[in-house]
């Protein structure tokens, strides 16, 4: 329950920050800065390691990829028929197609299910969302904006993001069975630990609501879409169709429901993908996928 609480409250202390301008307009980018480069990576090569390989592994890695599919799918197919403008088809498959397994997606999955949770929750985030926000998201947000996308580019952009590179470290200890001294992963658990409250308070600071926007009606179909029936299919697809079940299982559906993705916005407004529309999924999807995300967790404990 603690846990629980520390999700709300840590999100209320950054709205309120914001409010009473206590931080600058840009607070967040210096928060985001750190749980990128350095809470992130200390948290894949803490716990990959200690990882034991099996087949249950591709369950979480496969999430990611087929919810990205079927927004691109889904939201492409409306997108065409219904005369939507490039641009705002390509803003709805990036923040619809992308969870933020990351941010919140590993402080509610540590909180609901504990350490092993987030071996899995770190597995479905590393070589499936932040890979796919890195490739196919690029090539997403080039195609809906007229813009090219090279190669080289795309190469560039996943080798050089930190993350990845711990993500490739922790692999590279798992593959040779290497174990770090017991001071360097203490030093790392206590960076990973941070991650929970600094990365709700970031997410508070970017809160905003637009209520003068014209795009409420494409808001409620996105956010039908990730936190309903994005999580959906993975619960059909899952414990229906292939009879996978378990607490895997359930981590999986949990995550395949998160809150849009931080980065994909960014990504979505870098190739003027309806900037204004990208923020406002996630400032009314973050704290929104928070209930929904608590509500598949009960359905699930029934």
Known sequence: MANILLIFVCLILGVLLRVYKKVPD???????????????????????????LSLDLLFPILTAWIVFGASWLFFGVMGHFGGWSRKLTGSLILTAGLGN?????????????????LKTAI???QPGTFLIVSTLGVIVAALYSGGDVTAGMLAKKV??????????????????????????????FQIARTI???????????????????????????????????PLLIFVLYAWLLDYRGPNMEICVLEAGMAPMV????????????????????????????ITVLLWYWIFQL
């Open 263 to 290: 980065t994909a916005a960014i990504v979505a407004s870098a190739y003027g993908l309806k900037p204004r529309f990208s923020s406002l999924m996630l400032s009314v999807g973050i704290p929104l996928s928070l």
């Open 159 to 188: 080798l050089y993001f930190p993350p990845f590179l711990g993500f490739v470290a922790a692999l590279f200890l798992l593959a040779f069975q290497v174990q770090l001294p017991e001071i360097s992963r203490e030093m790392l």
């Open 196 to 230: 929970t409250p600094v990365a709700m308070v970031s997410v508070g600071l970017q809160l905003r609501l637009e209520r003068r926007s014209s795009h409420w009606g494409f808001l409620a179909l996105g956010l039908g879409f990730k936190l309903l029936l994005a």
């Open 123 to 125: 597995i479905l985030d």
């Open 26 to 52: 840009n607070g967040h980018v210096a928060l985001n800065a750190y749980i990128i480069n350095l809470a992130i990576p200390a948290l894949a090569l803490y716990y990959i390691p200690g990882l034991k």
């Open 101 to 117: 397994t990351a941010f919140v997606g590993f402080p509610m999955i540590e909180a609901l299910y504990g350490n092993e949770g």
